[in-house]
């Protein structure tokens, strides 16, 4: 929402508090206005969940949707670092300095796009809210800044616990890790400890320690849940790897056509969208190298997002035990498509390990991560559908009446800002302490929790590591790095199978032209 639909949609003495909100300074409360409890997961594909196709047991998320709405056409920034920078401050990463991934080490980098930390240019949601009269939580990982002057209670959040860095094992940090990875309970840097420690486990334990410590205050309150899973390294508990270990023996090829046929069935895809092909780079089933050994990281991953799902019905039973239930928007989504990557390359594996016990470190790898994005192609990193599209789930019992509802208009993680910022009637400001603030780039989705169409973006732009692209109503132009641009008319053929650039080529050089305009804007590097 731009700054003048803010002003409309709220009273003009909220308005004139919350624009000159400093660190610290509160607002007037407001009678009414929801929590807000916004969960991300980490490199979870889009049919990742029971409730877009997936054979996971996610029942408390499948249940949010069921009581809520559940898009069809979200999107993520691509990759962690700028996925987590936009939902965060309403911008394109490069304008809050995230176009690339985190800084490491305590040199300074050139200021800029790629800087590797939030700006001072960008507001972030918690500071903008805590000006407005709420209080401020974080639970999980933060990978916007790894120097303690970036941490998240320098950006706006009164309490904090979880990892500032990026992946991590989920038994604690490795000791061969410890000069990369930090955990931090508030401003101090501490080790997780503990036979029982399992990082999930410990991001909704404090989760829930935060709802519990807000209980008898007065002021509304965002809980920022950050999980890691099911990021790589594969790490569960036995009891949960149990509960899939053999359901995956059946391969990647079985997988992708029993989930696309269950997203056909759900209306979340339309049919008329082919399941892609598998990756070139991925063998037939048939052709797998110790299937066993698949078939195990599989079922690990799934048990991963099964106790992440865990996490959320015990933050969900916090808020009804605080009686809170119905005054809160709960936004669920994931960061960016599944991850391809391989990790055995870093040497951190214990040799004689296996996939979920403490002391391996290993990833699911291509294979999956192409089941997992179906029916897309590509994974996390690029932009074609398979790296940005994300489910994302809203429930708010006391604000949007539509139950089970599949919503098919075009949402972006920008938009999370402006939606929590409309709703609690709070203005994005035009400066903040002293520093001139880049106007929010996203659009509130209030209008759609109403049912109603709402004035959509004229352009969604991408790019991350020389993969860009933008979309125009159901136009998307496409290119991987270092590769040519591809141009989809996304309404009949979503998993990007039939180029039209050639036929249509006026199309294609006026999407060019566009995504060049606004990478100058942004700061977005172009291929040489």
Request: charged share 25%.
């Amino acid at each position: 929402m731009r700054r003048r639909e803010f002003r409309q949609a709220m009273g003009s003495g909220l308005a004139a508090a919350a624009m000159g909100a400093t660190a610290g300074a509160a607002a007037p409360n407001r009678p009414g206005r929801p929590n807000f409890v916004l969960i991300l997961a980490d490199d979870m594909g889009f049919s990742d969940l029971g409730c877009y196709g997936s054979e996971i047991a996610t029942p408390h998320l499948d249940g949010l949707a069921r009581d809520g709405v559940r898009f069809t056409h979200f999107y993520s920034a691509a990759r962690c670092c700028p996925s987590r920078a936009s939902l965060l401050t309403g911008l394109y990463p490069h304008q809050a300095g995230m176009g690339g991934m985190v800084t490491r080490g305590e040199t300074a980098p050139e200021e800029g796009p790629y800087q590797g930390y939030l700006n001072r240019s960008c507001v972030t949601l918690a500071e903008v809210l805590k000006g407005a009269g709420y209080r401020t939580y974080m639970s999980g990982k933060w990978h916007v800044g790894e120097r303690p002057e970036h941490w998240p209670r320098q950006r706006g959040f009164d309490r904090y616990y979880g990892l500032i860095s990026g992946a991590s094992s989920y038994w604690g940090i490795l000791e061969q890790e410890r000069d990369r990875r930090a955990f931090a309970l508030d401003d101090a840097r501490i080790l997780p400890e503990g036979d029982r420690f399992y990082m999930t486990d410990a991001f909704t334990d404090y989760a829930v320690t935060w709802l519990d410590e807000h209980a008898g205050r007065e002021e509304p309150f965002l809980l920022y849940l950050a999980y890691t899973a099911p990021h790589w390294p594969l790490h569960a508990w036995p009891e949960d790897i149990a509960k899939y270990r053999g359901k995956y023996a059946r391969g990647w090829d079985a997988l992708r056509e029993e989930r696309y046929a269950r997203l056909v069935n759900l209306g979340i895809i339309d049919p008329r969208w082919k399941l892609s092909p598998r990756d070139p780079d991925v063998p037939a089933w048939e052709e797998a190298d110790n299937p066993a050994d698949w078939d195990l990281r599989m079922a690990v991953y799934a048990a991963m997002v099964d106790r992440l799902d865990q996490g959320v019905g015990r933050v969900l039973e916090a808020l009804r035990r605080l009686g809170q239930e119905e005054n809160t928007l709960v936004m669920f989504l994931s960061d960016n498509g599944g991850c391809h990557e391989s990790v055995e390359g870093r040497n951190l594996n214990t040799p004689g390990t296996e996939p979920g016990e403490a002391g391996s470190f290993v990833a699911y790898r291509r294979p999956w991560a192409n089941a997992s994005n179906t029916p897309f192609r590509l994974f996390k990193h690029w932009v074609h559908e398979g790296g940005i599209a994300t489910p994302f789930i809203a429930r708010w019992p006391g604000g949007i009446a539509r139950k089970d509802a599949l919503e098919h208009q075009v949402g972006h993680i920008t938009d999370i800002m402006a939606t929590c910022l409309d709703l609690a009637g709070a203005a994005y400001p035009d400066t903040f302490n002293g520093q001139a603030i880049t106007p929010c780039e996203g659009r509130s989705l209030a209008p759609v929790f109403r049912g109603e169409q709402r004035e959509p973006h004229e352009r969604l732009y991408w790019e991350h590591m020389g993969n860009r692209a933008v979309r125009e109503g159901d136009w998307k132009l496409v290119a991987a790095r270092d590769g040519d641009w591809a141009l989809y008319n996304l309404a009949e053929d979503r998993t990007e199978l039939n180029d039209l650039s050639k036929a249509m080529p006026e199309r294609a050089q006026a999407l060019f032209q566009a995504w060049d305009a606004w990478a100058d804007r942004v700061g977005a590097r172009k291929p040489a």
